[in-house]
């Protein structure tokens, strides 16, 4: 299991009754997405709600793009999941008269989202994490950065159709050392990839490194073109992109000018809760058209004692940067959230590698589309953690042919590295060229540019990969480096404008020959 996030925490806890489970994660246990989340997960919970309408805003909000069977097996799902935290300890926001306190975001319909004030994620790891500590079956490994699947191909040298994952090597960031982590099964939930554009919301740690290795293996990619750029993250020179939730714009708040003006109604019919890649253009347009830095988001009109009881995390921190959102509106830009794409997997979470699943963020179920519906990522999360852990148990009953035996990591003739300064540079040209080249809104040419830029990096990278002893910051250039790739290869490949993509060069959708998933996969 590699990964600490709402998923990989699931699906340790469900399997764990039956075996032993191993977690990898690259920093501490609680360092992940899901304990930033702030606004919440989304289920059907009132008589007013149904499935019918949630399906319905997903498959709105994914420009009609996601898996409609996909949908419902997560929409319907969605009280369980709930449960299923709650009995894990979940506590959720009540009202005074206990009931749970369900708001609303953009995209959706009706008041859906369970939170835990303006926390969620905070308060979902906290629960889970206690759970996987006390659990006596599962053995945690923090501080390791996994660095390359193993396959049967890899191991015996051969072409093999289906190919097998038979575990995953591991850097120990502590010792330098890798090891060998054999494995029945191996499930990544390592999270997006935020930290391949110059300007995330993201934490350090999503570089990718779960897509990169699957695809390195050979499995199927879909939709990378689709990164969701989170609208509003709060705009100040000390702030490291702190993400201001879609829930402060569920309960009221609007977006203006610097001179006040009010712009959302120009874009769309639901306003300042049309979906988020609505909201980003919107955001981005504005800026360049009237020179602005930033966008302010004013929630000044609503009651401050409510403001500061429902968010107080958002109110504490803008406060400590000097911004009083109960007096002032909150200064905010765009910044790559969510990954949409991911490797690819069927209705139980397993890739077209065998033994090889993926869950969460790292994966594309088919739930999301062109464009992810605020609060469905955790629900997704909790869902299919559930689904994979009953289909990897149904696999390890029956026998599988023998193993072959798994070699130790080979360095080679590679040596401490004295270059350290290309790793930071190569980094920090990725990021750069991304933002520039792959943001918000492009072009066929700034993505052919980027992809000749990537490419030249890469070789670069490739070079001082086979050189060098591996250490996690060069584990994690490599990765976001393939990465970028696989982005600007999905966008090129869709010849239109859908959800998160945009093409100043083909400006509308092309339901005709685009309504499919985008997929890359690696040739051998």
């Known amino acids: 299991m590699v990964g600490s996030g709402i998923a990989g925490l699931s699906f340790a806890l469900t399997v764990a009754e039956h075996g032993v489970v191993s977690l990898v994660t690259k920093r501490e246990i609680a360092t992940t997405a899901t304990r930033l989340a702030q606004g919440g997960i989304a289920a059907v919970a009132t008589a007013n709600d149904s499935f019918d309408q949630h399906i319905q805003d997903t498959m709105e909000a994914g420009a009609w793009l996601p898996n409609e069977e996909i949908v419902r097996i997560v929409v319907e799902n969605g009280p369980a999941a709930i449960a299923d935290l709650i009995n894990r300890g979940v506590k959720f926001s009540r009202k005074e008269d206990q009931s749970y306190d369900l708001t609303r975001e953009g995209g959706h319909s009706q008041r859906r989202i369970y939170h835990a004030k303006d926390e969620t994620g905070k308060e979902i790891e906290r629960a889970l994490v206690d759970a996987v500590q006390a659990h006596p079956n599962i053995t945690i490994y923090e501080n390791h950065v996994a660095v390359d699947l193993i396959t049967e191909a890899k191991v015996t040298r051969r072409r093999i159709k289906p190919d097998r994952c038979l575990g995953v090597y591991v850097l120990n960031r502590e010792t330098g050392q890798v090891n060998t982590f054999g494995a029945p099964i ?75 003006t009010a712009f959302m109604e120009s874009y769309h019919h639901l306003k300042d809760l049309a979906p988020r890649d609505i909201v980003a253009r919107a955001i981005d347009h504005e800026m360049k058209m009237h020179g602005d830095d930033c966008a302010f988001l004013d929630i000044t009109h609503r009651d401050a004692d409510y403001i500061k009881d429902r968010f107080p995390y958002i109110y504490e921190t803008c406060l400590s940067y000097g911004i009083d959102m109960t007096i002032e509106p909150i200064p905010v830009v765009p910044a790559a959230h969510y990954l949409c794409g991911g490797i690819k997997v069927d209705a139980w979470g397993e890739t077209d590698i065998n033994n090889l699943f993926a869950i969460g963020e790292v994966a594309c179920t088919g739930l999301h589309g062109a464009n992810r519906l605020a609060s469905n990522s955790l629900l997704e999360g909790v869902v299919f953690a559930k689904r994979a852990a009953e289909r990897s148990l149904e696999l390890v009953k029956d026998p599988s042919p023998p193993c072959p035996a798994i070699s130790s990591w080979d360095p080679g003739h590679a040596k401490n590295s004295d270059e350290e300064v ?64 696989l982005i600007i290869r999905c966008a090129l490949d869709r010849k239109e404008s859908r959800g998160l993509h945009y093409n100043i060069d083909y400006l509308d959708k092309d339901d005709i020959h685009f309504m499919h998933d985008t997929l890359v996969k690696k040739t051998f």
């Open 422 to 485: 290309v790793v930071a540079h190569n980094w920090d040209e990725i990021r750069l060229c991304m933002w520039n080249y792959v943001g918000i809104v492009r072009s066929d040419k700034r993505l052919i540019r980027a992809l000749r830029r990537v490419q030249m990096i890469q070789e670069e990278i490739a070079d001082y990969y086979w050189d060098f002893l591996i250490t996690s910051d060069l584990v994690e250039l490599r990765n976001i480096a393939t990465v970028a790739e």
């Open 186 to 260: 191996t499930v990544l939930a390592t999270g997006g990839a935020g930290k391949v554009y110059l300007y995330t919301c993201n934490p350090d740690i999503a570089t990718g490194d779960g897509i990169a290795m699957a695809y390195r293996a050979g499995a199927t990619i879909a939709n990378m073109e689709f990164m969701q750029f989170h609208p509003t993250t709060l705009y100040h020179p000390h702030a490291k992109s702190f993400l201001v939730s879609e829930a402060v714009r569920g309960e009221g708040a609007i977006l203006r000018r610097s001179d006040g």
